[in-house]
């Protein structure tokens, strides 16, 4: 039924970009907010940023303000995330998420690593 499927993870260098995409289906996606977090090995898991429904107002973690920046496309069923000026302390698993109350609905991730 509900399903968010994250991509356009990879290996990246320092100071360098990508590019995230989650795919969503099974639900009435303009409906709700989503969220990206991440997590990387022996660490907790991390919120990166949200973005509402309606109005689409964006918010993120103070460790990625000013570099990463989150969107939707309703009509695609999508939600992005851009990533510039990657460090190597964003290297981790980056998982997209949204709730149905009180259900947590969430996707299979994908791996971005920094590393010169």
């Known amino acids: 039924q509900v399903q968010l499927v994250e991509s356009g993870g990879g290996l990246v260098q320092p100071g360098g970009s990508l590019r995230l995409s989650c795919a969503a289906s099974?639900?009435?996606?303009?409906?709700?907010?989503m969220q990206w977090y991440r997590q990387a090995p022996g660490k907790e898991r991390e919120w990166v940023a949200s973005?509402?429904?309606?109005?689409?107002?964006?918010r993120y973690g103070d460790s990625v303000k000013g570099r990463f920046t989150i969107s939707r496309d309703n009509a695609k069923n999508t939600m992005y995330l851009q990533m510039d000026s990657l460090k190597y302390e964003d290297t981790a698993v980056y998982y997209c998420?949204?709730?149905?109350?009180?259900?947590?609905?969430w996707g299979q991730g994908t791996q971005v690593t920094v590393s010169s």
């Open positions: 973005i509402e429904s309606n109005p689409n107002t964006t």
């Open positions: 099974g639900f009435t996606f303009s409906r709700y907010g």
């Open positions: 998420t949204f709730r149905i109350w009180p259900t947590d609905y």
